[in-house]
């Protein structure tokens, strides 16, 4: 039975391939013979949808195709629904990162006309990607608001379709979260109206997610085989490569869970083909991973080691997407919980809306007492922690100051000995007289590396946003004009900067006449020192 129903999809999917060509060679003439631009770039997406089931690389050539020709041509509608097609295609294999660029794309124009039908799908598919990369909480958001924009349209095909899309997303979520009667729940939600409707594609997902659910939570392995040979039929007859892919590889799980190796092997091997030839990444993924299980099940331990190397190669092709510590799971999976809770909270309060309006309403009086207390008590607070601060300041400038003192100091003590030392080397046996130069060095090289340092590390300290709003208003300063602008507004004496900077008081006086041309208070009453304090 199990060899005729891939003999079936082969012959099928044969039979398929044939079709899409005649259909792609039909587009393509409709393209060429199109009078307007409207009409072309509509062309390429259908293009690029049929080529969807088969190859995405073609695919997202003629769905870019499109976009850059609707783009050229400002038409912003079919750039949207360019982009949207686009991002379809990158989910699919599995570049959530191009997949999101392109969906906010075609998010800012349905944003701005207000379309209902364009925002239910960004809503969803950018949901389904946000479940991709474990952030449940977002995506749970974005379900339920594509579900809350459902509410309001007038039902249709396609509100079903995007309904059924909706409720097997959230079901993933519940399922991902433990929360098996809840996904199993929107799984047949989803899975009636597809049927009721005929829509193949979402029927075929919604009993694949089935079959997953009894297979890997409930342990229902009869009910778990009964969905996914179901679901494997509907995508067969759909055609759709990367569905029957992931069927695949659910059913190679569901033989590998019950000891029929050899199935196992077979099922996830037909998924690697498809998902190869339709550039499916996170198939791929799936399927080497769970050949790797399979083949050290079969005690083929060097074939499983090639499996899973491959599966840790195309896993670290997208792992900046998929990046995730524990804590952020921890987290996330809180932020689940605590949603759910407000859910059914709200729905508690509209059965006893009047029990929970009297109650409000003296909880908000207490709130009114309470917040009078606390902004009282924050209001002293704030003075308080003012008072420490200009406190606080106040000693760190006392530290400066100090600082500074100690500096001009402990160089002016440098420089006295070294020149105490040069005045006594003539009178040095040879001898003994590099043992003096060395230390004269040693000496005016401890002057240079401490000083500077010390000073701006404690001069930031207390005047954090000085050096910011300078290179703000004055870019072009050098870092020697910086320091000497550093000095002046701790108002140090051209004597005090020459000691710590190591020059003579003359070099110090025309650096800082320089410095007055160069901050444009030349020929004005403006004093250095003072405007360099207002900065």
Not at 144 to 165: C, G, H, I, T, Y
């Amino acid at each position: 039975m199990r060899l005729l129903i891939v003999s079936g999809f082969l012959l099928f999917s044969f039979t398929l391939s044939a079709q899409n060509q005649i259909k792609v060679d039909s587009l393509i003439q409709a393209y060429e013979g199109a009078e307007s631009v409207p009409e072309r770039i509509e062309t390429l997406i259908e293009i690029s949808k049929l080529f969807q089931r088969e190859s995405y690389q073609k695919a997202i050539e003629y769905g870019q195709e499109a976009y850059n020709l609707a783009s050229a041509n400002n038409l912003n509608k079919y750039e949207a629904e360019a982009s949207r097609n686009i991002a379809v295609i990158y989910y699919a294999m599995g570049d959530y990162k191009s997949a999101t660029e392109n969906y906010l794309n075609a998010l800012k124009y349905y944003d701005l006309e207000q379309d209902t039908a364009g925002l239910v799908v960004i809503n969803n598919n950018l949901g389904a990607i946000y479940d991709r990369l474990q952030d449940y909480e977002n995506a749970l958001t974005y379900f339920f608001e594509a579900s809350d924009l459902l509410n309001r349209m007038q039902p249709d095909e396609q509100v079903s379709l995007r309904r059924a899309s909706v409720f097997n997303n959230i079901g993933n979520v519940y399922q991902t979260n433990g929360d098996i009667s809840s996904a199993a729940q929107y799984y047949e939600k989803a899975l009636s109206i597809a049927q009721e409707a005929g829509i193949g594609r979402v029927e075929g997902i919604a009993l694949n997610n089935l079959g997953k659910l009894y297979l890997v939570d409930i342990g229902d392995y009869d009910k778990a085989i009964e969905y996914l040979n179901k679901g494997l039929e509907v995508r067969i007859a759909e055609g759709d490569k990367a569905e029957i892919s992931k069927s695949y590889n659910v059913l190679s799980s569901y033989y590998l869970t019950v000891g029929e190796l050899e199935k196992a092997k077979e099922s996830v091997e037909t998924s690697i083909a498809l998902s190869q030839e339709i550039g499916s990444l996170e198939s791929q993924i799936y399927s080497y991973s769970t050949l790797s299980e399979i083949e050290r099940e079969m005690d083929n331990y060097k074939a499983a080691l090639d499996a899973f190397v491959r599966f840790k190669q195309l896993s670290d092709s997208v792992q900046s997407q998929n990046v995730s510590s524990e804590i952020t799971k921890l987290r996330l999976k809180y932020d689940f919980e605590k949603a759910k809770q407000a859910r059914e909270h709200e729905e508690k309060l509209s059965r006893d809306r009047y029990i929970a309006t009297i109650i409000i309403l003296g909880v908000c009086l207490l709130l009114a007492v309470l917040l009078a207390i606390i902004v009282r008590m924050r209001s002293r607070h704030v003075e308080l922690r003012r008072k420490n601060l200009v406190q606080d300041l106040e000693l760190k400038n006392k530290e400066l100051t100090t600082n500074v003192m100690y500096l001009i100091r402990k160089n002016e003590l440098i420089n006295d000995v070294a020149e105490r030392l040069l005045k006594i080397q003539p009178k040095i046996l040879p001898d003994n007289k590099k043992i003096i130069q060395s230390i004269i060095l040693d000496l005016q090289r401890e002057a240079d590396s401490d000083s500077w340092h010390e000073f701006e590390l404690r001069f930031n300290q207390v005047h954090t946003d000085f050096y910011n709003n300078l290179r703000k208003i004055h870019p072009d300063l050098s870092p020697a004009e910086e320091k000497l602008c550093a000095f002046l507004r701790l108002n140090m004496s051209s004597k005090e900067i020459a000691a710590i900077t190591q020059q003579s008081v003359k070099s110090v006086e025309v650096a800082r006449s320089r410095l007055r041309k160069k901050l444009n208070l030349t020929n004005t009453a403006s004093n250095l020192i003072t405007y360099l304090s207002s900065l």
